[in-house]
């Protein structure tokens, strides 16, 4: 008799017995239906892959093990930038396996999430890729069926790959209209929903929804109840604001994708014709900081045959338009009523909020039993952190360098400035909060002592500290890159609490200990002595408990945020 230890055991070493290939088994990346998704690298060429496990107790039906195989029948046979690259599969007696591209910025979900509103330039980049991916898509007769932002993956250089074919279909002969009622239910087509037949259009309603939801921050039709969602679907009813959100362009193309008749809307070839398209900056490159805060586009010349930018979603760009710019009575911080210090102040209540929900539970009271892969979220692991800091604020300021090497202080005079990790660019912001972008080739002479002190706390972090992680690689376009700042910080006899302006909250504990908390994705990522990073989504936390040194780190966070905010 197999053991149910037994039927759920997944090899360190994956070993594919028709080919030969070995491969060895890594980061857990997250579980999504049946599947389990593991960093896994060939032993032989070093090539690493996303290993998508399905295990076999779970097909309990013919029915689940139908819509595997027509996964990855579809799948295999796709060849495209903008598709997630298939590179085999392969059984053994517990697991199904199946070798994908690895795209290690994660999705759209989590910028979503981390960002909500993005601006124009962002959501023209990302969907000229979408809608690349959908044309070929549709060439090849495939509709996918689930378009959504959790789909929707991107790799290092922040390229879309669109996958997870679980619910595609291939039509058959023209004018197929297929039945299957399926679908993510803010993303689903109002055909689907009346069980009158479908075909390609259910994807343009899709891209649709995802246009409207990457621009405004939400998607068009979200209740809080799935069946008052699918009325509003039914009814075509959602709320478009006004052209200070969005331009007249955007509009228009969203209008024309989310119509409730199939035939009124657009084919994929006509959506990079749209006016949205022509006549706004398209970006031949995101940074990677997009990731967690909004970019400039000051510096990019218009594409030819386009005109210069002219419209930045203002509820994207308000986060980082301008800093908190007074000291309050706590230590070494900055408050002011201007839109920064509104999204700190929103972020700090929400995260307080999500700490009392999980501390109510005593999580350290019940260490969890259950695997670590079940508990954990590596999707919800931060982008950006401090890997180094050092406090010089009794002559000038707080020096601290961030996970992707960019070098920044926050001097006395709340004034920042910062170090773009490609040595290059200078990103400085007034005590005012107006921002103002240099080059270390091209700054005025009033900058030249900060950057002399800059310079100064760069070498003696890199030639005294350790670095907590690995670096982001440099990008081209780093140029456009806003970086997230130090908004806040300060001691106590534990540690040191810093608060960046992404809302990111870290607390660095004198036993080395560290947490990374993030009240936009409901996460923390407790590092340990050895380094280990683990992100663990609060949720899970109440359900499963957590070890008592993450909970007492816990409770120093709560008691010591919940001080900054008291009247």
């Not at 898509?137 to 789909?151: C, F, T, Y």
């Not at 997870?164 to 239910?185: H, S």
């Not at 030249?448 to 500290?465: G, H, W």
């Not at 608060?499 to 990374?516: C, R, W, Y």
């Amino acid at each position: 008799m197999t053991t149910a230890k037994e039927e759920t055991y997944i090899p360190d070493i994956i070993v594919d017995s028709t080919s030969g290939v070995t491969y060895k088994k890594g980061r857990f990346f997250g579980k999504g239906g049946f599947a389990r998704c593991y960093e896994i690298t060939d032993t032989k060429t070093g090539n690493i892959y996303a290993g998508k496990i399905i295990p076999k107790r779970l097909m309990k039906s013919s029915n689940q093990r139908d819509k595997i195989s027509q996964e990855i029948q579809i799948h295999s046979s796709l060849s495209h930038n903008n598709v997630v690259g298939f590179y085999g599969y392969f059984e053994d007696n517990y697991n199904i396996y199946i070798v994908l591209e690895l795209c290690r910025s994660r999705s759209l979900m989590e910028l979503h999430k981390r960002r909500k509103a993005l601006t124009e330039p962002e959501v023209r980049y990302f969907l000229h890729h979408l809608t690349l991916g959908v044309m070929y898509l549709h060439q090849r007769k495939v509709i996918h069926r689930d378009l959504k932002l959790g789909n929707l993956f991107l790799n290092e250089n922040l390229e879309v790959k669109i996958g997870d074919f679980g619910l595609a279909a291939r039509l058959e002969f023209d004018g197929e209209r297929k039945k299957t009622v399926c679908g993510t239910p803010n993303y689903i087509a109002p055909e689907i929903i009346n069980k009158k037949g479908h075909s390609y259009e259910v994807d343009i309603w899709s891209i649709g929804c995802i246009m409207y939801t990457l621009l405004i921050g939400k998607p068009p039709f979200e209740t809080s109840s799935l069946k008052e969602t699918y009325s509003r679907i039914k009814r075509c009813e959602y709320y478009l604001p006004s052209q200070a959100k969005i331009s007249k362009s955007a509009a228009k193309l969203i209008r024309q994708m989310l119509q409730p008749d199939p035939k009124s809307r657009p084919k994929i070839s006509e959506i990079p014709l749209a006016e949205f398209f022509t006549d706004g900056l398209l970006p031949k490159q995101l940074p990677t900081t997009c990731l967690t805060t909004a970019p400039r586009f000051d510096t990019v010349k218009a594409v030819q045959g386009r005109r210069p930018l002219l419209e930045v979603n203002s509820a994207g760009e308000a986060a980082t338009i301008s800093a908190a710019t007074k000291p309050n009575s706590g230590h070494k911080c900055c408050s002011g009523e201007n839109p920064v210090a509104l999204e700190y102040r929103r972020n700090m209540r929400s995260l307080i909020e999500q700490l009392v929900g999980v501390l109510k539970t005593n999580p350290g009271a019940k260490p969890s039993t259950v695997p670590l892969d079940e508990t954990t979220d590596p999707a919800s692991h931060p982008f950006v952190w401090i890997s180094k800091w050092v406090d010089y604020s009794d002559k000038y300021g707080f020096g601290y360098q961030l996970s992707d090497d960019s070098v920044c202080v926050m001097f006395n005079d709340y004034t920042k400035l910062s170090l773009h990790p490609n040595r290059k660019n200078l990103y400085y912001i007034l005590e005012n909060g107006e921002e103002k972008f240099y080059t270390v080739d091209s700054y005025p002479d009033t900058l030249a002592k900060k950057m002399k002190l800059l310079k100064y706390f760069e070498r003696y972090m890199q030639d005294n500290l350790i670095k907590a992680g690995a670096a982001v690689p440099v990008r081209e376009c780093d140029s456009i890159s806003r970086l997230p700042y130090m908004y806040q910080w300060f001691r106590t006899s534990n540690g040191v609490v810093m608060v960046l302006s992404n809302g990111t909250v870290q607390v660095n504990f004198i036993d080395h200990n560290k947490i990374i908390l993030c009240p936009l994705m409901g996460a923390v990522t407790f590092i340990d002595d050895s380094q280990n990073f683990n992100t663990f989504k609060f949720s899970s936390l109440k359900q499963y408990g957590c070890s008592s040194a993450l909970a007492q780190c816990l409770k120093f966070a709560y008691d010591k945020l919940s001080s900054l905010l008291a009247p």
